[in-house]
């Protein structure tokens, strides 16, 4: 089995397509699937955003069954000003820790990932995380490379980058971040039209970007030998 960990649904949408036999499964999370890919059983979760809901997402699997893989995915913000929208970046490291790299003959950017607990959402905190040698940044995957090393697991980090190491976010999605890790959606949009001109744009530009990094994530990943 094959477990991949991501914060939002939208992350795995271009994986899904990739695989048979999807259908709902219980888990105490706030969305699951259950499939088979590439003749194997595997289970995609997405539990909010942040490292807590993620390693509580490997723990509600792998303490019932183990995994022959543990797969944080998603989006990531590049740190690297090489590293450009829809890029599939496959971390060496996260937070200094070794994480294992599928064996692929697709392009993709590697390197080392930085995982934190709030959204690096300006240009200066990119480049002070940049200037400590990281090459991307994301929320989940620490909580996810912390449980699948307390299971035993092999650990891998594949993302798709939808934000530049240059730029800062007009919208304030912390504040729009709920505690259960999902946005509210509602106050994300009431608070842009306070600045619409430069805020709405913005939202649609990142939806359009998610919606790029997605499809080029799900293609990868199905090239992928975890």
């Given amino acids: 089995m094959r477990l991949f960990i991501a914060a939002e649904p939208r992350e795995l949408e271009g994986f899904l ?9 219980e888990f105490p999370v706030h969305w ?6 590439k003749e194997q059983q595997m289970i995609a979760i997405a539990n909010g955003a942040g490292p807590v809901r993620a390693a509580a997402a ?8 183990r995994a022959l893989a543990v797969c944080s995915v998603g989006f990531c913000g590049a740190l690297d000003p090489e590293l450009g929208i829809g890029d599939v970046f496959v971390a060496k490291s996260v937070n200094g820790l070794s994480a294992m790299r599928p064996v692929t003959e697709v392009t993709h950017r590697t390197g080392a990932l930085v995982s934190v607990e709030h959204i690096a959402g ?3 905190h990119k480049q002070e995380l940049r200037a400590r040698g990281f090459d991307a940044v994301e929320m989940e995957a620490a909580g996810v490379a912390e449980r699948a090393s307390h299971y035993g697991a092999p ?5 798709a980058v939808t934000d530049v190491a240059g730029e800062s976010f007009a919208n304030d999605f912390e504040a729009a971040l709920k505690p259960d890790g999902r946005f509210a959606v509602s106050n994300l949009l009431v608070a842009a039209l306070a600045r619409p001109f430069e805020r709405v744009p913005e939202l649609f530009r990142l939806q ?3 919606g790029i990094a997605a499809r080029r994530l799900g293609g990868f990943l199905d090239a992928c030998e975890f």
């Fill in 155 to 159: 650990f891998y980090c594949v993302r």
């Fill in 32 to 37: 699951a699937r259950v499939g088979n890919w």
């Fill in 122 to 124: 300006t240009a200066e």
């Fill in 58 to 65: 490997v723990d509600c699997v792998l303490s019932i069954t």
């Fill in 208 to 210: 359009r970007r998610c």
């Fill in 17 to 25: 397509p990739y695989c048979t036999n999807v259908s709902p499964v």
